[in-house]
């Protein structure tokens, strides 16, 4: 950003890689190295990156994408055959037939966590997708599951994959009418959910809600229902089906489906966060291998050890870190049914400690949450076994990855901040333990194979050289990437392909430093530009956030007479601090002193809550609106996790010109 000597700043923040880190499987040297192959020959790098899984027909070709507007189109390993499901059970059974595949913990601490074999994990599977295939299910046809964060979720992923089906998780947390939204976008035969979902204590009636959503639905989609807390449900007779008798029932064999490469595995739809969820379509050999393979290097992922990332199976972020990335390379995974603060402010690091859990994966949002509830939360429990933290899904601020790092770390673990989307599958952009001197806030430097560029928003240059800043693209394909929006390529072509000719663009802004280090600032839309400087939003949020009683802010732009765009802030205060003028005065100079006069908040707004996705993603879309005074039409708000929040913003608005 203008006006602000950062570079010299961020070139002196550097976090070595921790001195007792020992053992990476990748090192400074072999990075490089390996870096600098991905990009000259990859279908040479690819094609033995192929091997990590189990091929049925090995392929023969590698690579053949073309990001022409226009024909748009990506395959990878096109003429091989294979089954995920196998890839993730089966392969595993002689050498780990009896090792943990997936430790359940569940929301009450009281009830006893559950290990679950691979052995196990393989006859669920097996049963569950004979089930389905009793049902009608077959290669191709979409499946739309509603789940708990319970192994049965897993277990379907995976079931639909053995038979090759398509499935199509839809986050628990979401509304009747979001779910009925997916079930007819996929044109889904089957809705797979459980009678509840207990959560932090309390219970959402899922099957209920899906009763609600089918009735916009076709009335020849099938439920099936997994009897989790034994809750009291409807029951359609003829529509419903009671899947954990029937599985009991079925058999437990059931041959793998072979599938081309190019076969669908997945629609998964965005958060929605800026505009109407797209059904983004991940195909299944590329993706098992970019999963696998990120899962393996950015959390230096070694046999035995256990790993756990907080997503839920809702988000891409379960899909590729809590199920297919662990599986396949024959981990075990840690799924939690529960919250971070259930039943108190310590559970995450309560679960660290009891399941010994050796890699730990989580949001940004999250930390800033328990970090406000104060480090006595992480003292009280024995972190010993920890050795790489992660965070995903916005930036975080440097406020938050250096409690993260000094509290939950204690120092000795390196921090992996990866950026990435759900149409990428894995990690694009991301530190490697054992490689990649960290800057806090920063997710440093491109995966193996990813070639970012950064171009000028306006004219679309290539900026050479560091430091540079504008839109983050990516010149070629990998492995991992999306192939095309459901039922829409020309949306695909035009949403990631038409603006940036010739690249993929991926919405964000983002600045590399001199040592050319990636920082992403924020959407694209997330940028502002006052008086002819541009900024991203997450600067001037982080600077609020870095008050000592500021809990959260968000920031936007809005129109300004005189300097085109103001910067409005939308700030929540930590508990207890009370909202005055001094204290906006206050707010304003701090500002000032952390980034410069061009970055004061022209107005600030209390925000007693900030509209998010079920993610945990702040609406800024519906936020700017509310700025400009132009709250008339919000757009799609069917993602909002409390939609309350948004009439008491509207309510206290400071912009009613
Ligand atoms: P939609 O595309 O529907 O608006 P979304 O972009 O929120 O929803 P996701 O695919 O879940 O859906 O999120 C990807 C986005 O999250 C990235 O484009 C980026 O803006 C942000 N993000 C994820 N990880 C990071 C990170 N480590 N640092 C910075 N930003 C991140
Ligand atoms: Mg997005």
């Not at 997450?538 to 129109?559: D, N, Q, T, W």
């Amino acid at each position: 950003m203008a006006g602000r000597d950062q570079g010299s700043a961020e070139a002196t923040s550097k976090h070595p890689v921790p001195p007792g880190f020992a053992g990476a499987l990748v090192t400074p040297e072999s990075y490089s190295a390996m870096y600098a192959a991905s990009i000259a020959d990859p279908d040479a790098f690819w094609g033995e990156q192929g091997k990590r899984i189990d091929w049925i027909k090995p392929y023969t070709r590698v690579k053949n994408t073309d990001f022409t507007f226009g024909q748009v189109s990506i395959n990878w390993f096109e003429d091989g055959v294979l089954n995920v499901a196998a890839n993730c059970t089966d392969r595993h059974l002689a050498r780990r037939g009896s090792q943990t595949a997936i430790i359940w913990e569940p929301d009450d601490p009281k009830t006893p966590a559950r290990h679950i074999s691979y052995a196990e994990l393989h006859e669920n599977v097996c049963r569950m997708a004979n089930v389905l295939k009793a049902h009608g299910a077959a290669k191709g046809d979409r499946v739309v599951l509603y789940l708990p964060m319970i192994p049965e979720a897993a277990y379907a992923m995976l079931a639909c994959a053995r038979i090759g089906a398509i499935h199509s998780v839809v986050f628990g947390g979401f509304s009747p009418d979001a779910l009925a939204n997916r079930v007819n976008d996929s044109e889904a035969k089957i809705v797979i959910t459980a009678d509840t979902a207990p959560r932090g204590g309390r219970r959402t009636p899922l099957k209920s809600n899906a009763d609600a959503a089918l009735l916009h639905c076709d009335d020849k989609v099938k439920c099936m229902v997994v009897k989790h807390t034994g809750d009291q449900t409807t029951w359609v007779d003829g529509r419903d089906i009671d899947i954990l008798a029937e599985m009991r029932a079925a058999s437990a064999d059931c041959p793998a489906e072979p599938v081309n490469a190019e076969d669908p595995l997945f629609v998964l739809y965005t958060s929605g966060s800026t505009g109407k969820p797209k059904g983004v379509v991940h195909t299944s050999g590329g993706y098992l291998v970019y999963a696998a393979m990120t899962h393996q290097l950015t959390f230096d992922y070694k046999d035995g050890d256990i790993f756990w990332c907080t997503a839920d199976v809702g988000w891409v972020t379960g899909h590729s870190y809590i199920v297919y990335g662990p599986l396949a390379n024959g981990a075990t995974t840690v799924m939690f049914e529960g919250v971070p603060t259930f039943p108190d402010a310590g559970r995450f690091w309560e679960v660290c400690a009891k399941h010994k859990v050796n890699q730990f994966y989580t949001a940004p949002t999250a930390i800033r949450a328990l970090m406000g509830q104060g480090a006595e939360w992480v003292e009280k429990h024995d972190l010993s076994s920890l050795r790489v933290l992660g965070t995903v899904g916005e930036p975080i601020n440097p406020e938050a990855w250096v409690w993260y790092d000094k509290h939950v770390g204690k120092g000795k673990c390196p921090i992996v901040d990866t950026w990435w989307q759900t149409e990428t599958g894995g990690h694009l952009i991301t530190p490697l333990p054992g490689a990649t001197e960290t800057k806090p806030g920063s997710a440093t430097l491109p995966f193996f194979g990813i070639k970012p560029v950064v171009l000028n928003a306006e004219s679309g240059v290539v900026q050479e050289g560091n430091p540079a800043e504008g839109v983050l693209c990516i010149a070629d394909s990998w492995p991992g990437q999306m192939r095309t929006v459901w039922g829409d390529h020309q949306r695909f072509q035009e949403t990631y392909f038409q603006q940036y000719k010739g690249y993929y663009f991926t919405g964000d802004g983002c600045r590399r430093d001199e040592d050319g280090y990636y920082w992403i600032t924020g959407r694209v839309d997330d940028v502002i530009n006052v008086s002819g400087h541009r900024m991203g939003t997450a600067e001037v949020e982080s600077a609020l956030v870095a008050h000592e009683k500021v809990a959260e802010a968000a920031v936007v732009g809005y129109p300004h007479e005189i300097k085109g765009q103001g910067i409005y802030a939308y700030v929540t205060l930590m508990n207890g601090v009370e909202p005055t003028e001094d204290l906006r005065k206050e707010l304003v100079k701090w500002v000032r002193n952390e980034i410069g006069p061009i970055a004061s908040p022209d107005l600030i707004q209390w925000a007693p809550g900030l509209p998010k996705t079920r993610s945990g993603k702040i609406m800024r879309r519906i936020l700017r609106k509310i700025a400009e005074n132009d709250f008339g039409a919000l757009g799609d708000t069917s993602t909002l996790a409390d939609p309350s929040v948004v009439d008491d913003l509207i309510g206290n608005r400071m912009n009613r010109a």
